[in-house]
Each structure stands twice: as C-alpha cells, then as structure tokens.
C-alpha cells in the first residue's frame, strides 16, 4: 500500500515536497514514479526512478522537480521548486516497472492535491 501526503495550497514560484510511504512491502526493488491529473485531463507522467536509481522527468518539469527515495524509511520523494499554476493536479505516486506509461504500474497511492496560485 502506497500513501501520498505533502499537497497543499502554494503561490507560484513556491515550492511543495510530497512523500510517498509504502508499508507492507520494499520499495528498494520497484520503480517508483509520480505521475499527476488536473480535472478534465489524462494521467501525466511527471518522473520515475529505477531500482538502480535512473531517472526520467517530464520536459515540462525537468530543472524544477526533483524524485528521491530513502530506502531505508520506504519512501519516495518529489521535491517541486518554482511551482507554476500549470502544475495544479492530483498527484499520484506508483511503483513496479521503470516506464513513463501508468499501465505498467501495478501499486498506486490515493492521490494529494497540489494547488499553485497564480
């Protein structure tokens, strides 16, 4: 089980750090990723990190978000530096395959709401 917390109300230009918490199973062997959905749109890649610790971002969030996991708490970091309100979604953390796609991930958090104020 996966649970997102960190969401919140930010202007733009601020900044959020969500954590994503697995309990019941390591993540130390799983890709993790975050992916994201504004209302009235499809789920969005935003970053994933292998296993190994490859990583892969979005264009649209490279140079400001940053994915981290601490092995050792079973958690799974996204730092987001100079929020724009483009960045206003439900954010959703996942883990098993290393891809950009959802489906090929099996483990899904419920979701934390980030909201950037213009």
């Known amino acids: 089980q996966l649970q997102a917390s960190g969401g919140g109300l930010v202007q733009a230009g601020g900044s959020l750090r969500l954590s994503c918490a697995a309990s019941?199973?390591?993540?130390?062997?799983?890709?993790v990723a975050w992916f994201r959905q504004a209302p009235g749109k499809e789920r969005e890649f935003v970053t994933t990190?292998?296993?190994?610790?490859?990583?892969t971002y979005a264009d649209s969030v490279k140079g400001r978000f940053t994915i981290s996991r601490d092995n050792a708490k079973n958690t799974v970091y996204l730092q987001m530096n100079s929020l724009k309100p483009e960045d206003t979604a439900v954010y959703y953390c996942?883990?098993?395959?290393?891809?950009?796609?959802?489906?090929?991930?099996?483990?899904w958090g419920q979701g934390t709401q980030v909201t950037v104020s213009s």
């Open positions: 990190m292998s296993w190994a610790g490859v990583t």
């Open positions: 019941g199973r390591s993540l130390s062997t799983y890709a």
């Open positions: 996942a883990a098993d395959e290393y891809s950009i796609r959802p489906v090929h991930y099996s483990y």
